[in-house]
């Protein structure tokens, strides 16, 4: 478990450092994450122990958000006043960026699926 | 007997205990841990989202104790923090959907590109149509992104950082509840599809949503997440200064 933690929180490390060196605009965490698919990737799978320590940290992901989630508590103001086109402008766009990317890839990979049948007749 | 040495132990306590890290990390354990069962109650429900009720819980106890938030992040940057090695564990389920992944290549990057255009620009023009100032609109843009990449965009195109950390919470929570619903009614119905859109749209909160559905849901919302950040970063900062300005002389 130890092990495991000691092995994510490197990859976050590395990623950190690797954006800040060559000033890429991706966050370190989400480098993180490429860094240690590498590594599973050439030891040939997550051990029991790294597959734990994933499962804990991801079970609960949402409470991860919570505290940064009550920030909003500093904007209520400019919230408040464009309270109209902000609330549109959001559930309209995260409506259709929902659909479009579902629909996208639900469509092309049932086209590639069935394309590949039909090869193989 | 004077008022204040009644009211004065209670109330010393209360100073000792809302500077410390320990009350607030507890409440923002106790709101999650309510918030969660609320959610089990009504059979996992997405409109009853965790983040959203724990936040709701504990915003409405920061005003009504006149707490700033700064004292409460005091103690809840524990869990915060976790977010950074939660976000590198996304690679755990990543990897066992590789083989699929890189079978789908070509579709994921298609839908990738449109999904991510998509999701910035409506937000910019519903916004500046219906009459947002340009620093909203220009927050507002990177609403669909994980948060430090969202940050970062914002500032590069004339919007507010701070805003935009909670536009993009707003935007996962509404991604949450309503992602599985929307998707059902179009007539997605396949693991693969429905978390990529929920990592492409909502971010983090849309992977966590996306983890309770499946397994394959939450490895390609984390694609998603990861794909759609970094095209965001490499495409808003020149897409939206042309847009900007052509909204700017309508």
């Not at chain 2, 492409?200 to 490895?219: D, F, V």
Request: with cysteine; net charge positive.
């Amino acid at each position: 478990m130890i092990a495991a933690l000691a092995l994510f929180l490197s990859c976050q490390l590395l990623g950190e450092t690797i954006a800040r060196l060559l000033s890429l605009p991706v966050p370190g965490p989400v480098l993180g994450m490429l860094f240690l698919l590498a590594w599973l990737v050439v030891r040939g799978g997550p051990q029991e122990s790294e597959r734990r320590a994933a499962g804990g940290l991801l079970q609960h992901l949402p409470l991860l958000f919570v505290p940064a989630g009550t920030g909003v508590l500093l904007h209520l103001h400019r919230l408040a006043a464009e309270a109209m086109p902000i609330a549109v402008a959001l559930i309209g766009s995260t409506v259709i960026g929902l659909a479009v990317a579902g629909l996208t890839l639900s469509r092309l990979t049932r086209a590639g699926r069935a394309g590949k049948i039909a090869a193989n007749d | 007997m004077d008022a204040s040495l009644i009211e004065g132990p209670a109330h010393d306590i209360w100073v000792y205990l809302s500077a410390q890290p320990l009350l607030w990390l507890t409440l923002t354990l106790v709101a999650y841990a309510l918030a969660f069962a609320v959610q089990r109650r009504l059979h996992g429900n997405p409109a009853a989202n965790p983040v959203l009720i724990a936040v709701a819980l504990l915003s409405i106890i920061l005003l009504l104790t006149d707490t700033p938030y700064a004292s409460y992040f005091g103690g809840a940057q524990f869990v915060h923090f976790l977010l950074g090695p939660a976000t590198v564990a996304l690679a755990v389920p990543l990897y066992g959907q590789r083989q699929r992944i890189v079978a789908q290549a070509g579709p994921i990057f298609i839908a990738l590109v449109v999904g991510s255009l998509a999701a910035a620009l409506s937000a910019s023009l519903i916004a500046a149509t219906l009459g947002a100032t340009p620093p909203t609109v220009a927050s507002l843009a990177p609403k669909s992104v994980t948060t430090p990449i969202a940050m970062g965009i914002s500032e590069r195109i004339g919007g507010l950082a701070s805003l935009t950390a909670v536009i993009v919470i707003i935007t996962g929570i509404l991604g949450a509840v309503m992602g599985s619903g929307v998707l059902r009614r179009l007539g997605v119905r396949d693991d693969a599809s429905i978390g990529f859109a929920l990592g492409l749209a909502a971010h983090g909160i849309g992977s966590a949503r996306a983890l309770q559905i499946s397994e394959e849901a939450g490895a390609f919302a984390a694609l998603a997440m990861g794909l759609g950040g970094t095209f965001a970063a490499l495409t808003l900062p020149w897409l939206m200064p042309p847009l900007q300005r052509l909204l700017a002389a309508q």
